[in-house]
């Protein structure tokens, strides 16, 4: 069996829903989540919506148009 222990996956639930509302992307990251973690990879985990993000869906009409995609990153 491949040795994973100094990997490590960051996951990022980009649901629109804000914790402790269920979200059907948490569960799916929580089944993936439990198999990486039972062969020895690190992961953690961030909700997008807990971070100071750019969402275009949220800010439209609401930034300069001349704002390029490359400084919002």
Same mark, same amino acid.
């Given at each position: 069996? &491949?040795?994973?222990? #100094?990997?490590? @996956?960051?996951v990022? #639930? %980009?649901?629109?829903?804000? =914790?402790? +509302?269920? !979200? #059907?992307?948490?569960?799916?990251?929580? *089944? !993936? =989540?439990?198999?990486? +973690?039972? #062969?020895? *990879?690190? *992961? !953690? $985990?961030?909700? @997008? *919506?807990?971070? =100071?993000?750019?969402?275009? =869906?949220?800010? $439209?009409?609401?930034?300069?148009?001349?704002? &390029?995609? &490359?400084?919002? %990153?």
């Amino acid at each position: 069996m &491949t040795d994973f222990d #100094n990997l490590r @996956a960051p996951v990022i #639930n %980009c649901t629109l829903k804000r =914790a402790p +509302e269920p !979200s #059907n992307t948490q569960g799916l990251i929580d *089944v !993936s =989540a439990r198999i990486m +973690e039972r #062969n020895g *990879v690190k *992961v !953690s $985990h961030t909700r @997008a *919506v807990k971070m =100071a993000l750019n969402n275009p =869906a949220r800010d $439209h009409g609401r930034q300069n148009r001349t704002t &390029t995609s &490359t400084s919002r %990153c």
